[in-house]
């Protein structure tokens, strides 16, 4: 296989993979109108998109937090394997109530919990998948991450569609008064609604159901290529978990084409991750030698020269004292990795605390030449697209400075100040500070979702270059991401009530 194929076949698959990670969330902003509907009478008719957000950040990012810590002894293949049956039962279950029907407390009861189980999902498939993609090239996390915002520019361009071509400017054909109550709908068009709902659950069932034979095909072709049963070395997938040093059975040699190259240890734990209960057509050839990139190379020459000199970065001892056993090595890894974790962070807070709460809000103003339709529809897809387009754009114009990528999110903070100048519900159209342009509102949404895009994947790219574990950095890092979500999420608030918004 040619570099060129060979690049390409990791990119689409692992696009493939990005796609199913935030495929089930996107389905259920989709069928908002299906969830209104059948929840009209509880008290979360009008707010459960707010419950559906908090109770799938919340408990992602505590499934993230436990599938972090045992990220050292985790099956990835099972993991992954087991996350996207998982979330293709959440879809299944979803497409059975809206053919069924069901309504009310029943209703919601199942569809939180379907969520909650989607979120754990997600959290194992993004721990497992972001750490495998740190010891691969480059374009596996970029078709990650693109296939990420590939699923919610599907999700936005439909719900657009369906707007625009909907004469009565309702996405799903039922009248909605201007309290957000729901009128008396004809039975029609409820039946329309279900039956769509059903088919975008259906579909969603089946393409993960697919992603996991694309998952299992990728799979077995990485630890045939990591255990020398292929064409091409990969770097490392099966050289996980322990320090270099302690990983190695003697130092790295220069051999007859002058690479250096170094042999493991045959109880490497790193070679008994391709095992034979796992795997038991792949045959680990024992020992095994491999080619040390400059990275690894650096990080085993500080190793042994802070063993040598007894300075071993280690955990708090208030951190060590809870019995984490595993913390002396996250401690090791987010020191390494620390600008990049707080990078990522901070540019998913930037974008969660006005996308979409504060965005969602702003409507299009009188007096905007041109004067923009559907404003709202137009906004989700414009981000939606422009993520996608800056996460492609590091395939061309990338940077793994931190100094560069800090400065890129110092630049978006004047965003936030930037979309409070524009008019929402709560405005008054004579306000001298309000700007009266759809156009110039649109625009700098496309710029928040490129540079939302650019900067997130350039980091996760450049981030485990810099840790002697690479799995760990980039399963640290895909932490680091919904951090910076729920914090945006809470940024929010504030920003609303500054903007006039309760």
């Given at each position: 296989m040619t570099e060129a194929r060979h690049q390409r076949y990791l990119y689409w698959r692992f696009n493939v993979l990005g796609v199913a990670t935030l495929v089930v969330w996107n389905i259920f902003i989709v069928s908002s109108d299906f969830f209104r509907y059948e929840f009209r009478n509880t008290p979360f008719r009008d707010n459960f998109e707010s419950v559906f957000s908090i109770l799938s950040n919340s408990v992602n990012l505590v499934a993230l937090c436990y599938a972090l810590y045992t990220q050292p002894k985790a099956d990835h293949d099972r993991r992954i394997k087991n996350g996207l049956l998982a979330t293709a039962s959440v879809l299944g279950t979803i497409f059975l109530l809206s053919v069924c029907g069901g309504e009310g407390w029943a209703a919601l009861a199942i569809s939180l919990l379907a969520l909650c189980v989607a979120a754990v999902a997600a959290a194992y498939i993004q721990?497992?998948?972001?750490?495998?993609?740190?010891?691969?090239?480059?374009?596996?996390?970029?078709?990650?991450?693109?296939g990420q915002a590939i699923a919610g520019?599907?999700?936005?361009?439909?719900?657009?569609?369906?707007?625009?071509?909907?004469?009565?400017?309702?996405?799903?054909?039922?009248?909605?008064?201007?309290?957000?109550?729901?009128?008396?709908?004809?039975?029609?068009?409820?039946?329309?609604?279900?039956?769509?709902?059903?088919?975008?659950?259906?579909?969603?069932?089946?393409?993960?159901?697919?992603?996991?034979?694309?998952?299992?095909?990728?799979?077995?072709?990485?630890?045939?290529?990591a255990s020398g049963g292929g064409t091409r070395d990969l770097d490392g997938y099966v050289r996980l978990d322990t320090d270099i040093a302690g990983d190695l059975d003697a130092p790295s040699q220069p051999n007859a084409d002058g690479v250096l190259v170094t042999t493991m240890r045959e109880d490497s734990p790193r070679l008994a991750r391709a095992n034979q209960a796992s795997f038991p057509d792949v045959e680990v050839r024992l020992p095994a030698q491999y080619q040390l990139s400059h990275t690894e190379l650096q990080a085993l020459e500080s190793e042994v020269t802070a063993a040598s000199a007894g300075h071993v970065d280690t955990a708090p001892d208030w951190l060590v004292s809870l019995g984490l056993s595993n913390a002396q090595q996250l401690y090791k890894t987010f020191a390494e990795i620390s600008p990049y974790v707080y990078i990522c962070a901070i540019v998913m807070g930037q974008t969660l605390a006005v996308f979409p709460p504060l965005t969602e809000a702003i409507v299009s103003s009188p007096h905007s030449l041109p004067r923009i339709d559907n404003?709202?529809?137009?906004?989700?897809?414009?981000?939606?697209?422009?993520?996608?387009?800056?996460?492609?754009?590091?395939?061309?114009?990338?940077?793994?400075?931190?100094?560069?990528?800090?400065?890129?999110?110092?630049?978006?903070?004047?965003?936030?100040?930037?979309?409070?100048?524009?008019?929402?519900?709560?405005?008054?159209?004579?306000?001298?500070?309000?700007?009266?342009s759809d156009v110039l509102f649109l625009s700098l949404v496309l710029v928040l979702g490129w540079s939302n895009g650019w900067v997130a994947t350039a980091a996760l790219i450049a981030g485990p270059l810099k840790a002697a574990n690479k799995e760990l950095a980039g399963s640290l890092l895909g932490f680091a991401l919904c951090v910076g979500l729920v914090i945006g999420a809470a940024a929010s608030y504030p920003l609303l009530l500054l903007a006039g918004i309760s």
């Open positions: 721990c497992s998948i972001f750490g495998i993609a740190a010891l691969l090239p480059p374009c596996c996390a970029e078709g990650y991450m693109s520019t599907l999700a936005s361009g439909s719900q657009l569609v369906a707007v625009l071509l909907d004469k009565s400017a309702s996405s799903s054909g039922l009248d909605i008064a201007r309290d957000g109550s729901m009128l008396t709908p004809s039975m029609g068009d409820y039946w329309r609604l279900r039956l769509r709902t059903a088919a975008y659950f259906l579909v969603a069932a089946l393409f993960l159901v697919m992603s996991v034979a694309v998952w299992t095909q990728l799979n077995t072709q990485l630890v045939l290529l404003l709202t529809a137009w906004h989700f897809f414009l981000f939606n697209a422009g993520d996608y387009l800056g996460r492609l754009t590091t395939q061309w114009l990338n940077s793994s400075s931190s100094r560069v990528l800090h400065g890129a999110n110092g630049v978006r903070m004047l965003l936030i100040p930037a979309f409070l100048l524009f008019p929402t519900l709560a405005t008054s159209p004579h306000a001298a500070w309000v700007i009266h």
